[in-house]
């Protein structure tokens, strides 16, 4: 299968990663492009979205921190994690979607979908 997120690993609190999602699976007629995160109880949590304008939306708990950008003649999308927390540990996931509802880029039905395998972060002390 088709490898979508990657980049995540291991990092001690305050450090950096850079997560890269390939989006050339991605419908071509997509609102937007988030990336989301799941916690090991299976909460997902959206951490932010692009548009094609370039324009981005974070949610509280990243802004500040993390940053989305794209280069789309590369069909990919980027999260910058920087100063990071324990509780920004769990499984990352890019999508693509129709709207953007607080900062998360989600399907018409209003839902974060996910679209690949997603790539694990753990933030440690």
């Known amino acids: 299968a088709q490898e979508v997120e990657s980049g995540g690993g291991s990092a001690q609190v305050g450090g950096s990663l850079t997560l890269t999602c390939d989006i050339s699976t991605f419908p071509a007629n997509n609102f937007c492009m988030g990336w989301f995160r799941q916690n090991t109880k299976n909460e997902r949590e959206a951490v932010g979205s692009?548009?094609?304008?370039?324009?981005?939306f974070y949610t509280d708990s990243v802004r500040g921190r993390f940053t989305i950008s794209s280069e789309k003649a590369k069909n990919m999308l980027y999260l910058q994690l920087n100063d990071l927390k324990p509780e920004d540990s769990g499984t990352y996931y890019c999508?693509?979607?129709?709207?953007?509802?607080?900062?998360?880029?989600?399907?018409?039905?209003?839902?974060?979908?996910?679209w690949g395998q997603g790539t694990l972060v753990s933030v440690s002390s």
């Open positions: 692009i548009v094609d304008s370039g324009r981005t």
């Open positions: 999508s693509p979607g129709k709207n953007v509802v607080r900062g998360a880029c989600v399907s018409r039905l209003g839902q974060l979908e996910v």
